[in-house]
């Protein structure tokens, strides 16, 4: 019995607030979920959240230089560093009070943190030191307000603030180190709060812009840390002056800037020496930031003079959204454009030059309140508050189609089991609406006679037959999948009907309520018949086990109570009260049950910030997987609507306030072997080969990646061990094992379908799961076609030539 469910990703949610930070070689994204950070991998799709949870919002993150330790820091000052590659907390650093800005030095061995208008530099783990914990070296202060950007110099030793007290400052770290009298530079010239500060053209400039959308460009000596001026050589506009210009732009059907727009974030790229400006109105536009051999422009630039690209004349401008930009980052190359919208939790990431999107997600603006599987496990469905229907990719945890037609809170989804391409939805806007999975688009809109709002929702196994449940009028409504048509609509309920489920054999359907009832109803019968299961509270979900011969429903007291459904009598009763009701809980309500596909547990979720899993047969609990951490003394309510097992029996989806929570079989911490050899040689691969380790033998072929070795391997394992083989390979070669397959040459036909056949009988599940093998598999599929047009070609010639022989010999 497998119970080690792990956590594995968080959807739902793409982006809540603080800034985003890009992964050193630019193809990857740290975004802050909430409590956790999210990585995105922008050249796979994917996307992956850390394991750790802070007790708030994250509110700043930073990644070293060599993109091996990620910092992120809460709300309230409570921070965690985390090891990237081995994806754990190191420990736990607590500021004390809110971090407004972050970053790590280019050298990686300091942290710069701005707390309370103060810096506070820190020395990292670095090196021999990865598992080291931050120590404190000097706190500095001199603004103000708060501290809203950092920069650091190309050698680590200068250290750029910009504050919302209208200065930015230049820190020199080692003539503070020799005299503690130092007094570092300020420059003060804007009017306006600053936003960001930057050093430009290897050190030899600082760029400042404030919240008006002023940019000042003042010159600076790295060698000797002095400025040239104390007052800024350039000063630029980045907003146009008069509304004239405004509306000018507006009739020419263009991102309109005016002085009533202002700066709510920047970011600078050192390498093509590139400027982001994001503005109030979903404005973003990029500037180049002249070198100090150009031609300075001054406020007595006269009009002739700007007609080339100057700082103050975008090389881009673009409108992605009408809301107001949080956060904004460039990547290493200056091609990709992150902009994070607090407001409607989107985060896009734009390439400029071929203006197109990167990557488009957007979480619901609202809490989750249903979910659903696909019968294949590959796709969960969430219905939300906000009135939108979501899809999202298991594997990836990215949504890839949204449905916005409802106009109230959507309470049910579920996926039509017997096809899985059509989704259905109901919604307290009085509708239930089916979705086609292949058009993606609304065919079918379930109504009544008189306005209800909807409750729960069911489809039956066939697929052509949906029930909904109501709020107000207490009655189940049926229409049919093909036509619209309205049914029938069935009454008994004196309360909500808080669920519906039909028996695998579509033969009846349990509605659950809060009248204290479960009802089964044999509504393809003429007569109706109906057998009332009477509980002691509220019944807020039921369902039917696997094979359909039990019922489980469960209540707001805090029991689970399993029926049979022939003779109407219970067989079992746990008091899950018992179980989840810890001393920090006022409350043990359950609100969502559901079997694994074999029938032998039951998931379990409520007002508790965990899943309870229970074993069936012995009515006892066998595990917690917390939703959240549970601190001592701290009394922890959630609302968890929902929790579904994946038809794969493999993982599992439970809605926390914090997103869809995902936790999975954990495979990548399987101990490896093969890891550990470290000669990996033609002779010791045929070696192994002859004294019979034919796995290990496979596997070192794999690891060297000569494809004349691989072939002589696959070629010299005995067939009657294949299937032995094949079921010992890990996770991680069955892509390369599938790659190595397609490289067999053509005369191999049944040995390359002994192995096709063995690959796919025992991997089957964790190749849809990886959701990286369409490729390989369509050359896969081209190989075998190809080769059986050969092997037909011969078989025709060789029936000719066996002919001819028999008619020579005959004569």
Request: with cysteine.
């Amino acid at each position: 019995m497998r119970l080690n469910y792990k956590f594995s990703n968080l959807c739902g949610v793409v982006y809540k607030k603080g800034n985003l930070v890009y992964t050193t070689d630019g193809r990857g994204l740290y975004s802050a979920v909430g409590r956790r950070v999210t990585h995105f991998d922008l050249t796979e799709n994917t996307s992956t959240t850390f394991p750790f949870e802070l007790p708030t919002n994250v509110q700043r993150i930073a990644v070293s230089p060599d993109g091996m330790l990620l910092v992120a820091v809460d709300t309230t000052g409570q921070a965690v560093v985390v090891s990237i590659p081995h994806r754990i907390a190191l420990h736990y650093v607590n500021f004390r009070t809110a971090v407004t800005a972050m970053t790590f030095s280019p050298d990686g061995t300091k942290l710069a943190v701005a707390t309370d208008g103060r810096v506070r530099i820190w020395r990292t783990p670095s090196g021999q030191r990865e598992f080291a914990s931050l120590v404190l070296e000097k706190t500095m202060g001199g603004h103000t307000e708060e501290i809203v950007s950092f920069d650091w110099s190309s050698d680590s030793r200068y250290l750029l603030t910009a504050s919302h007290d209208m200065t930015a400052r230049l820190l020199d770290l080692r003539r503070d180190e020799e005299n503690p009298q130092f007094v570092p530079i300020e420059l003060r010239a804007h009017r306006h709060p600053l936003c960001g500060a930057y050093f430009a053209h290897k050190d030899q400039q600082v760029v400042t812009v404030a919240r008006n959308g002023s940019l000042f460009i003042w010159k600076f000596d790295p060698v000797r840390g002095t400025m040239e001026e104390r007052m800024p050589t350039i000063r630029h506009h980045l907003l146009q002056e008069s509304n004239e210009q405004e509306e000018n732009a507006t009739a020419s059907n263009t991102p309109s800037l005016s002085f009533r727009t202002k700066v709510t974030a920047v970011d600078y790229n050192k390498e093509n020496h590139l400027l982001v400006v994001t503005f109030s109105n979903g404005v973003f536009s990029i500037f180049v930031i002249p070198s100090c051999s150009m031609a300075f422009i001054t406020d007595t630039t006269t009009s002739a003079d700007m007609a080339t690209p100057t700082a103050t004349t975008p090389i881009y401008t673009l409108s992605l959204t009408q809301s107001k930009v949080t956060s904004v980052a460039i990547n290493a190359t200056g091609e990709w454009i992150a902009l994070g919208i607090a407001e409607h939790g989107q985060l896009l990431v734009w390439e400029w030059r071929s203006e197109s999107f990167i990557l488009k997600q957007q979480g619901h603006a609202l809490a989750m309140t249903s979910l659903d599987y696909s019968p294949d496990g590959q796709t969960i469905v969430t219905g939300s508050a906000d009135g939108r229907v979501k899809l999202w990719h298991a594997s990836s945890g990215l949504c890839y189609a949204t449905f916005a037609e409802h106009t109230a809170s959507v309470t049910a989804v579920e996926f039509s089991a017997k096809s899985g391409k059509i989704v259905v939805s109901a919604a307290s806007d009085g509708t239930v609406r089916a979705y086609d999975m292949l058009r993606y688009r609304n065919f079918r809109t379930f109504t009544t006679p008189t306005p209800v709002q909807f409750m729960s929702l069911a489809i039956d196994p066939s697929g052509e037959v949906v029930a909904a449940g109501t709020f107000d009028t207490f009655e189940i409504f049926l229409w049919s999948m093909q036509t619209g048509q309205l049914l029938e609509i069935i009454a008994g309920h004196t309360a909500p009907i808080s669920a519906l489920s039909f028996d695998p054999l579509g033969h009846r359907l349990a509605s659950a309520s809060w009248d204290r009832t479960v009802r089964l109803w044999d509504v393809f019968q003429r007569d109706k018949n109906m057998q009332s299961l009477d509980h002691s509270a509220e019944v807020t979900a039921v369902t039917f086990r696997p094979d359909g011969a039990e019922v489980v429903a469960c209540t707001l007291a805090g029991e689970i109570v399993t029926w049979d459904v022939e003779l109407a009598t219970v067989t079992g009763v746990i008091e899950a009260r018992r179980d989840v009701a810890d001393k920090p809980l006022t409350s043990c309500a359950l609100k969502s049950v559901c079997y694994s596909p074999d029938g032998t547990w039951l998931l379990v979720s409520g007002s508790f910030p965990f899943i309870a899993l229970y074993d069936v047969a012995n009515k006892v609990l066998l595990r917690r997987y917390p939703l959240t951490k549970m601190r001592r003394g701290q009394s922890v309510e959630m609302n968890v609507p929902s929790v579904k097992m994946a038809p794969t029996n493999r993982a599992f989806a439970a809605l926390s306030p914090d997103g869809l929570v995902i936790h999975s079989l954990d495979e990548q911490l399987i101990f490896d072997p093969f890891d550990l050899e470290l000669d990996i040689t033609s002779e010791n691969i045929q070696t192994a080969l002859v004294s019979g380790e034919h796995l290990k033998a496979f596997i070192m072929a794999l690891r060297l990646n000569i494809p004349k070795v691989t072939e002589h391997v696959i070629v010299s394992i005995p067939v009657n061990v294949l299937s032995l083989l094949v079921r010992g390979i890990p996770q991680k070669y069955l892509l390369s094992t599938l790659h190595a397959l397609t490289l067999l040459a053509p005369h191999r036909v049944e040995l390359l379908l002994r192995w096709v056949v063995a690959v796919l009988a025992e991997h089957t599940l964790t190749i849809k799961s990886l959701g990286r093998c369409e490729t390989v598999l369509r050359v896969l599929l081209g190989k075998v076609k190809a080769d059986y047009e050969v092997l037909g070609r011969v078989a025709n010639q060789t029936i000719f030539m066996l002919e001819c022989r028999s008619l020579v010999e005959i004569s």
